[in-house]
Every structure is written in structure tokens, then in C-alpha cells.
């Protein structure tokens, strides 16, 4: 059986980024560690030991492959990565009390709630919820 085990994301900063994952988003840290040189290796998860095989890399986003990526997901309104929360509206009113921002309020694509987010430097995240069959 394969498993997702880690994906990275491109990011500004990751010491700014690992600051918004972990007291924004609620995500803890499982691994910071400092490369030298200014350089680090930083994951996060899910808290509470919800997936704790499953990590996300905050990865140095400069460089001719992240820029024309990150670039081209923006221009095309696509979120560089997708998240599940079990209460959309919760989720979209708290995170827009700490300023987020979003440029429409949560809609129905399909079988999913979601809502986009924009996040420092130009990046777009969702936020999913399940709507249970009926």
C-alpha cells in the first residue's frame, strides 16, 4: 500500500510561513531543522495526532521553478494546496477575524463546501468540508 507520507508547499519565508501554519491554521511543528547557512528543513501537521504520518514540507519558494509554478496557479485562481475542516463557516468566519482573506464567502463546487483563501505572497489555499450523503 502507498501512502502520502510528505508534499511540500512553496513558500516566501519559512520561518513566516512555519509562524502562519502553526498559530493561524492550528498545525504543529514536527520537524525544524536548521541546514545552516540560513537554510531549513521544517514540517508541520495536523494536530492532536490526527494523521501524524502525514507531513507537509514548507519549502523555499525562490528559484526558476517555484516562481513560474507559484506564478501560474495565482493567474490561473488555483490554491497551491487543499485542506478538510469539519466546519467550513467556523473555519472561514475565524480565520477572516485574524484577517484573512477571502474573496467570496464559502460555496458549493459539488460534493464539497470550499472556500479560497489568499495568503502572503500572492498564494491561495482552500478550505474543504464533506457534505454527507443523503
Do not use: S
Amino acid at each position: 500500500m502507498i501512502k502520502v507520507a510528505m508534499t511540500g508547499v512553496y513558500v516566501d519565508d519559512v520561518e513566516r510561513a512555519h509562524a502562519f501554519y502553526t498559530e493561524v491554521l492550528g498545525f504543529e511543528t514536527r520537524l525544524h531543522v536548521d541546514l545552516g547557512e540560513g537554510a531549513l528543513f521544517v514540517t508541520v501537521g495536523a494536530p492532536d495526532g490526527a494523521q501524524p504520518d502525514v507531513q507537509l514540507l514548507l519549502e523555499p519558494g525562490g528559484g526558476p521553478i517555484a516562481e513560474p509554478y507559484r506564478a501560474a496557479l495565482y493567474e490561473a485562481g488555483l490554491p497551491c494546496i487543499v485542506f478538510a475542516v469539519d466546519d467550513l463557516f467556523a473555519e472561514y468566519e475565524r480565520l477572516r477575524g485574524l484577517g484573512g482573506g477571502f474573496p467570496h464567502p464559502p460555496t458549493l463546487p459539488g460534493p464539497l463546501l470550499g472556500a479560497v483563501q489568499v495568503v502572503t505572497g500572492g498564494k491561495k489555499i482552500q478550505l474543504n468540508q464533506p457534505i454527507p450523503r443523503r
